[in-house]
Each structure stands twice: as structure tokens, then as C-alpha cells.
């Protein structure tokens, strides 16, 4: 078995590019899908309770995610600074919500924010024996307030539903009623943006974001909008396409939702991760010929710029259904829902890229600026079975 990934800008338009093309990696995960389809019992089917087992998504590819270097979870926008963290705590703002703030040094005219760390932004070693993309990718630290006291001994003390499942958490949009684990809840709204990583939907307005030249221009105490920066660099917003849709849970797996011939939306790969396979009869590119099956989805620009703001994208993974784990909290069929999700999932595949696929520049003279002109990446992963 082997499979390559494909980035591409403006896909199938005339100004189609190809940003990336490279081989995956297959880890351990695929070969314990296999031996699971193979050694699923058929007499299962006559149990009621237990006939589900046998459905086949239970055996396929159920999501994809993205992420970034170990390190980058407690930089970039995830770093708690003594003004962003108690901005983010403080429990006299009238106006909940989540912002994206980042501290950005440099020439105030530009507004590409380039998440760099000394040269040590590339993602750990890919090796087959690797069970989620990032270890120990988790956003910490202590929450200070204005004066400089104490406020929480640990960040994980305020939100210990928080685990470390090595991607990028989609926990901006609905933090403060929702949880990442089932009974443990994240207590304040505001921590998504510290958490990050994937702005509100344009029903729901959207996801504002500051960039400012230091933590001391960040305002706090104003009991309106803990984020108005005195000085800060640029601000706009974005509207993140997953969670428009709600095909991302807040763990950050995107939901397969289908084959792409079924309609439209997904054939483009809106709804989410689709997939297709050639199945025209007698024909010499047949899936039982090729033995190819095409993964799709399309990451949003909105969902690109913030993800920039949080370190950028150098990790993504194909994930398949984990049976026996999703089996001790629930009974198959398994539900997606942004919120609840019940399935639970093994990593299949894992690519690692030498660049941030969600970096902007800005453009022209005077600059036009970067952080508004993002553009639809469509992502396809082949994967080949012979």
C-alpha cells in the first residue's frame, strides 16, 4: 500500500496550481485496519446489538486533521503572555467570544504574519509506529493578572478536558458551552483563543484577530472588549469554512462525509472529506485495475489564515474508525456531531511537509495586505491498494 498527497490552489478552474505533491506515510494504524476487516466474525450479523460491527465505515478512512510542531502549541497566537491570558480570563467581560491575538515584531506596514522560530518549526520525524501526528502538543502555562499575581497555578487546571491528541483543536467557535471530553468541560469562553485553531463560521460572525507589536498594547480591564489594542498592528477577521458546515468536531477531526458521486457539494469537497474511485465498467483506470481510491477535501481560507496565526499547517493525517476504542463509550452505528462525536479513531496515514501551506506574503507596493487575500486550498490524497 502506498498514497501521495496533493495541495492545490484554485482547483479545477483555469488558474489551477499545484502546490504539493509528495508521498505519504503509511503507519502501523492501516496494517491494524486490515487485519480487523480480515478477521471480523460474519456470524455477528445475526446479533442484534452486535450486527453493526460489520458495517464497513467502521473499516475505512473516517477523518482527516492538521497540525504543526510540538513546539509551536505554546507559541505563536497559543502563547500565554501576562496581558493575553488574563484578557482571556478575566470573568467582568460583558462580551464573550474568542480573538485571535498574535504578537508580532517587525515592520508595522506588513500584515503577513510569518510564523517563525529560528528555523525550528519542522514537525518530528515520520516513523510507522507514530499514533497521532505531534507528541506532547499541548498549549500550557500560568495565568497572570494585570499585576502580576498568580491567577491559576496551571492553564490545563482551568481546562481539564484538554488532552494531548498531537493536531490543531477547533475549540474557538463554541468553548464555553461545550467540552473535549465527556464529563469535563472548558470553563471560560475566551480560552479558544489561546487554544485555537479554526475561526467561527460567517453565520456566526466570524472570528476577529489583532495583531499587535507587544503583550503591553493589548488592553485589558475594559469590560466591553478585553481585545482593543491601543496600538495594534492590523486587525480584521475571519470565517472559518469547517465550522460553517460543522464537519469538524472539536478535537479537530474533519468528518468523512461520503462518496463524492452522490451530489454536487461533495463532489467539490465542501461538506467535508469525501472520496471517489473510477467505477465506469470495463474501463482501464478501474478502481479493481488501479487500485486507487482519491481522498478530497477543500480547507477554507478562512480556516487557512487562522491556522497561520496559531503556527501554520506542516502536519496532516487520514484517520480510520478505532472500533474497539469507540466501543467502550458507545454501541455502533457512531454519530458525528461537532460537539459529541462518538466515533473515536486510529491514525492510517501521515504526511509531514518541509512548509507552512498556510503562509501568506502581501503583495505590491503599497502592500496589499497578506492576511486578507487567501485563497480555497483543495486537498486530494490517493491512496493505492495494490
Not at 462525536?341 to 501568506?360: A, G, H, V
Request: aromatic residues 10%; contains cysteine; glycine residues 10%.
Amino acid at each position: 500500500m502506498r498514497g501521495k498527497l496533493e495541495v492545490y490552489k484554485c482547483y479545477g478552474t483555469s488558474e489551477e496550481e499545484l502546490l504539493v505533491e509528495s508521498q505519504n506515510t503509511v503507519v502501523d494504524g492501516a496494517g491494524e485496519i486490515l487485519v480487523d476487516i480480515m478477521t471480523a466474525h460474519s456470524s455477528l450479523s445475526g446479533i442484534a446489538d452486535l450486527s453493526s460491527i460489520l458495517d464497513t465505515s467502521n473499516y475505512t478512512i473516517q477523518a482527516i486533521s492538521f497540525g504543526k510542531d510540538r513546539k509551536g502549541y505554546n507559541r505563536h497566537a497559543h502563547e500565554i503572555t501576562q496581558r493575553k491570558g488574563y484578557g482571556t480570563y478575566n470573568p467582568s467581560f460583558t462580551e464573550r467570544g474568542s480573538r485571535i491575538v498574535v504578537i508580532q515584531s517587525g515592520d508595522p506596514t506588513v500584515s503577513s504574519y510569518q510564523p517563525l522560530d529560528a528555523g525550528n518549526l519542522l514537525p518530528s520525524f515520520v516513523t510507522p509506529r507514530q499514533t497521532q501526528l505531534e507528541l506532547s502538543a499541548t498549549t500550557s502555562g500560568v495565568i497572570y493578572s494585570t499585576a502580576g499575581a498568580e491567577i491559576l497555578p496551571s492553564f490545563e487546571a482551568c481546562c481539564p478536558g484538554i488532552t494531548d491528541i498531537g493536531h490543531n483543536l477547533n475549540v474557538l467557535w463554541d468553548v464555553g458551552s461545550s467540552s473535549l471530553s465527556a464529563n469535563e468541560s472548558i470553563y471560560t469562553s475566551g480560552f479558544g483563543g489561546l487554544l485555537g485553531c479554526y475561526p467561527n463560521g460567517s453565520g456566526a460572525g466570524g472570528t476577529e484577530f489583532y495583531a499587535v507589536s507587544a503583550d503591553s498594547t493589548i488592553v485589558v480591564g475594559n469590560t466591553h472588549n478585553p481585545w482593543t489594542a491601543s496600538a495594534y498592528l492590523y486587525t480584521s477577521s475571519y470565517n472559518g469554512l469547517f465550522n460553517q458546515l460543522s464537519s469538524m468536531d472539536l478535537s479537530g477531526y474533519v468528518n468523512f462525509v461520503g462518496s463524492s458521486t452522490t451530489d454536487t457539494a461533495l463532489a467539490a469537497g465542501w461538506s467535508g472529506l469525501t472520496v471517489s474511485a473510477n467505477t465506469t465498467i470495463n474501463h482501464a483506470l478501474h478502481a479493481s485495475n488501479t487500485g486507487e481510491i482519491a481522498y478530497k477535501v477543500i480547507v477554507g481560507s478562512g480556516d487557512l489564515g487562522a491556522c497561520n496565526l496559531y503556527g501554520g499547517i506542516y502536519n496532516i493525517g487520514l484517520w480510520a474508525m478505532d472500533l474497539c476504542k469507540a466501543q467502550k463509550y458507545n454501541n455502533p452505528p457512531f454519530v458525528f456531531g461537532p460537539i459529541t462525536n462518538e466515533k473515536r479513531y486510529k491514525l492510517f496515514s501521515k504526511k509531514s511537509l518541509l512548509d507552512n501551506i498556510s503562509r501568506t506574503v502581501d503583495y505590491g507596493d503599497p502592500k496589499d495586505p497578506g492576511c486578507n487575500r487567501y485563497a480555497d486550498l483543495t486537498l486530494i490524497w490517493r491512496l493505492y491498494f495494490v
